[in-house]
Nanobody
Framework: QVQLVESGGGLVQAGDSLRLSCAASVRPFSTGTMGWFRHTPGKEREFVAAIRWSGGTTYYSDSVKGRFTASKDNAKSTVYLEMNRLKPEDTAVYYC?????????????????????WGQGTQVFVSS
């Protein structure tokens, strides 16, 4: 069983930066894909970004492309989401998700149903 623990959320002002972390309990976790999703009450869960463990290919939603960067540390089985130029509309609970499948396209990466494991989420609040 893989456990995912997110950290790094908080309250920031518009234009600020935050870095989220997601540590996987299984080491080494050197294959598959890690995703970041977010959820705001009243809205559907939204794909944010994903990164493959092997090779580091990344995928981003249009709403965060150019502002957010996903990265990984294979040795620590940890992925990161660097969020820059944050906007109030980025306010949400951010979840990381893991799958042992290697996802080869954006359309696959943004499909939440393909991920087997989910973290508990970390709240990000961006004030205007």
């Amino acid at each position: 069983q893989v456990q995912l623990v997110e950290s790094g959320g908080g309250l920031v002002q518009a234009g600020d930066s935050l870095r989220l972390s997601c540590a996987a309990s299984v080491r080494p976790f050197s294959t598959g894909t890690m995703g970041w999703f977010r959820h705001t009450p009243g809205k559907e869960r939204e794909f944010v970004a994903a990164i493959r463990w092997s090779g580091g290919t990344t995928y981003y939603s249009d709403s965060v492309k150019g502002r957010f960067t996903a990265s990984k540390d294979n040795a620590k089985s940890t992925v990161y989401l660097e969020m820059n130029r944050l906007k109030p509309e980025d306010t949400a609970v951010y979840y990381c998700a893991a799958t042992r499948k290697v996802l080869y396209s954006l359309s696959a990466a943004l499909t939440g149903g393909l991920y087997e494991y989910w973290g508990q989420g970390t709240q990000v609040f961006v004030s205007s």
